[in-house]
């Protein structure tokens, strides 16, 4: 049994609750959640848009639409696309976003975190960018190639 998560004081939302979650490092979940609104409160008067309204769009540009499972024939590997549960895909692309973020602030240490998440998701929405945009399409590029190979799973 899954435990549930509450949803955020602000946006109502469980899916900003999560992300919120990931990003956290030794309980600091108010220190968090006080910088992510600031990031959504920069948007908002920079873009006149909700703050909330960029975060779905950047998910929504992440959820995968399938998952390759590797399959074994004979001495080579062959990557099978298959169905993904519809529950499952907003999780996933909330750990793409959060492994951006993460490398983000792994190559630009000095950099606060307010901008380093404003960055990745506005690259994300605005312009396309992002390296786990990147990781989807070669995902889909992988999936088309051996397209040919759907039968084999079960």
Same mark, same amino acid.
């Given at each position: 049994m899954k435990k549930s998560v509450k949803r955020t004081n602000i946006f109502n939302c469980k899916l900003l609750k999560k992300f919120i979650n990931h990003l956290m490092k030794k309980g600091k979940r108010q220190k968090i959640e006080k910088i992510v609104y600031k990031v959504f409160m920069a948007i908002q008067?920079? @873009?006149?848009?909700?703050? !909330?309204?960029?975060? @779905?769009?950047?998910?929504? !540009?992440?959820?995968? =639409?399938?998952l390759l499972v590797p399959y074994k024939m004979g001495a080579t590997t062959i990557f099978i696309p298959n169905i993904l549960l519809c529950s499952k895909k907003p999780g996933m692309a909330?750990? =793409?976003? &959060?492994?951006? &973020?993460n490398l983000a602030k792994n190559t630009n240490s000095n950099q606060k975190i307010e901008t380093i998440i404003l960055e990745t998701l506005l690259y994300l929405v605005l312009e396309k960018q992002n390296t786990s945009l990147v990781k989807k399409y070669q995902t889909l590029e992988i999936a088309f190639t051996n397209r040919k190979f759907v039968h084999y799973r079960w």
């Open positions: 008067h920079t @873009y006149q848009l909700s703050g !909330l309204l960029f975060f @779905y769009e950047g998910i929504r !540009l992440l959820l995968p =639409a399938f909330l750990h =793409a976003f &959060v492994a951006s &973020v």
